[in-house]
């Protein structure tokens, strides 16, 4: 404890690291301000059947992702998730299309043309987003709720919540510019743990009153296999295979370059949240069916995230796509040459064709358990919610939020260590160096 204590004296002791982490509490500050401040021309008092709405299901997910802005009707309903699904889509754009191949091999300037794209994709998402929000709104809400009535309103609101997202983006980039860690994943890691004190409340109120059973061992117990399945959580983000790399020896002059055995750290996860995020997104697709009678019923049933079918279903597409995206991100084949344009070598291994089909099956066999693994957290909230965990509360036992937390915290604590090591203090663990970083 004295030694943490000293380390976080170190911390402030840094100007750089002092700034930059006042900055990104104020613009994080900033952005749960905006959180609540509703949209102008709706009643406040009347977003109880929002609220109801965005409680559970799907819009429950969005609106934990917003950290409540959705069914606030906040300026900032929307949140990040079109900028989320525009980069996605680049990203596949970028496997895809000539074009943003290149733009991809061409640096920084590549990196600034492919942000621009993602910004003009996440106006031309917001412009469907906007209309479907305020469509939704007319349905759940009373017409006293709406202070004006009409198109001209409506195209208002769409306005507004465009400026709304557009502004978190601008958060997010500063953040990351200037602040600490990566901005528009600490605002999206925000928005969830803005939610934790009202689910853990919720969940605490229910057991000591007895609704839900258990008493208050029954929360002792709930917490203690929330701290485990967070550690496994951890294991599974730093979880590496270490595939030893040989490199051969040149003398130049008087000096021997070379003849070091290195290490290729392939992640048991490489894939990290998408996944999910990609599966969540196509489970969705349901909703848009549930107005006919013909697929109603198979709507209701793939809509219910507490359903066998629909976890199902989800786990499935989550190991799918777990493989997909690292066969996509992780390309055994540009490793391999490499490796040989390099002078290096696997022991054993033949340079060139051999150490890409070698690299490949290594890849195929640390994802299988990493997929597994991921698709059982991804359901751990269904399982939750069965065993009487409150809907709130049981989102934080697995899936994106999870991953999302563990990942974001794990990123800054790295990015805080490095500005101490630079500095010549102690890191945050006692070996001055965070376990698992960078596959060491």
């Known amino acids: 404890m004295k030694k943490f204590i000293e380390t976080l004296k170190n911390i402030f002791k840094i100007e750089e690291l002092r700034k930059r982490i006042v900055y990104t509490l104020l613009l994080l500050l900033v952005y749960r301000l905006g959180s609540y401040v509703v949209m102008p021309g709706i009643d406040p008092t009347q977003l109880g059947n929002l609220q109801s709405q965005a409680s559970e299901g799907l819009l429950g997910l969005l609106n934990m992702f917003s950290g409540g802005a959705f069914g606030n009707a906040s300026i900032f309903a929307l949140g990040v998730m079109p900028y989320i699904s525009a980069s996605i889509v680049i990203q596949l754009l970028g496997i895809m299309i000539p074009y943003f191949q290149r733009l991809q091999r061409e640096g920084e300037s590549g990196r600034r043309k492919m942000n621009q794209w993602t910004r ?105 296999i929330l701290f485990f399945v967070f550690v496994a959580t951890i294991a599974l983000v730093q979880g590496t295979r270490k595939i030893p790399v040989q490199y051969a020896k040149r003398i130049i002059g008087n000096k021997q370059y070379g003849g070091v055995r290195q290490y290729i750290p392939l992640k048991i996860n490489a894939a990290g949240v ?63 040459e490499d490796m040989k344009k390099n002078g290096g070598f696997i022991p054993g291994i033949k340079p060139g064709k051999r150490t890409a089909e070698y690299l490949d099956s290594i890849m195929s066999r640390i994802t299988l358990p990493g997929s597994i693994f991921l698709a059982i957290i991804a359901i751990l909230p269904a399982f939750a919610s069965m065993l009487g965990v409150d809907r709130q509360f049981a989102q934080f036992y697995g899936g ?19 500005h101490l090591l630079m500095r010549h203090y102690d890191g945050l663990m006692k070996t001055g160096r965070m376990k698992g970083r960078n596959g060491m």
Do not use: C
């Open 120 to 224: 003009y994709l996440t106006i031309v998402i917001l412009l469907l987003q906007g209309p479907a929000y305020m469509a939704n709104l007319h349905v759940q809400l009373p017409e006293a709720a709406f202070l004006f009535k009409g198109f001209t309103f409506n195209i208002f609101a769409t306005v507004v919540l465009i400026g709304g997202t557009m502004f978190i983006m601008w958060l997010g980039e500063r953040i990351t510019d200037r602040g600490l860690g990566n901005g528009i994943s600490l605002i999206i890691m925000v928005g969830i743990i803005a939610r934790l004190p009202f689910a853990l409340f919720a969940e605490g109120g229910a057991r000591v009153t007895q609704s839900a059973g258990g008493g208050i061992l029954m929360l002792i117990a709930e917490l203690i």
């Open 400 to 418: 994106t939020s999870l991953l999302i937390l563990v990942g974001v915290v794990l990123d800054t604590l790295q990015q805080i260590e490095s």
């Open 274 to 336: 998408m996944p999910i995020i990609f599966a969540q997104a196509l489970m969705m697709f349901p909703l848009i069916f549930a107005g006919f009678d013909a697929t109603r019923g198979l709507a209701a049933t793939l809509s219910n995230p507490s359903g066998f079918w629909y976890n199902f279903i989800f786990g499935t597409m989550v190991v799918a796509f777990t493989y997909f995206y690292t066969a996509v991100t992780v390309n055994p084949t540009m490793m391999a």
